[in-house]
Nanobody, 127 residues
């Protein structure tokens, strides 16, 4: 599967952004999906993820209460909605996919779990 992340940009503190992760080559319904981010000079970190079924999501403490992830299998796309953005949310955001079976419906938070990555989209939160 190939992943294309988009939707980043410059936003003021307190604003919102919706990032998209469009899959091609295979149907995204076969994958657990997650978003990671990497700020300048820092390691890549988990932001949030959704199970293959779409029944559960999980977020890093830094994004809890501000983030929502949904998947639209008809559009072969997953979305990360981020609200109340802060300057510390500034980073390159990556979507990732892990092919899994439906009976193991889990959110994976470790970068090593994911074999497929999008190219990243820059999010800058600044006034």
């Amino acid at each position: 599967v190939q992943l294309q992340a988009s939707g980043g940009g410059l936003v003021q503190p307190g604003g919102s952004l919706r990032l998209s992760c469009k899959a091609s080559g295979r149907t995204i319904s076969q994958y657990a999906v997650a978003w990671f981010r990497q700020a300048s000079g820092k390691e890549r970190e988990f932001v949030g993820g959704i199970t293959r079924s779409g029944g559960s999501t999980d977020f890093a403490d830094s994004m809890k209460g501000r983030g929502t992830i949904i998947r639209d299998n008809g559009k072969n796309t997953a979305y990360l909605q981020m609200n109340s953005l802060r300057p510390e949310d500034t980073a390159v955001y990556y979507c990732a996919a892990k092919r899994t079976i439906l009976t193991i419906d889990h959110v994976y938070t470790d970068t090593d779990e994911y074999a497929y990555w999008g190219q990243g989209t820059q999010v800058t939160v600044s006034s």
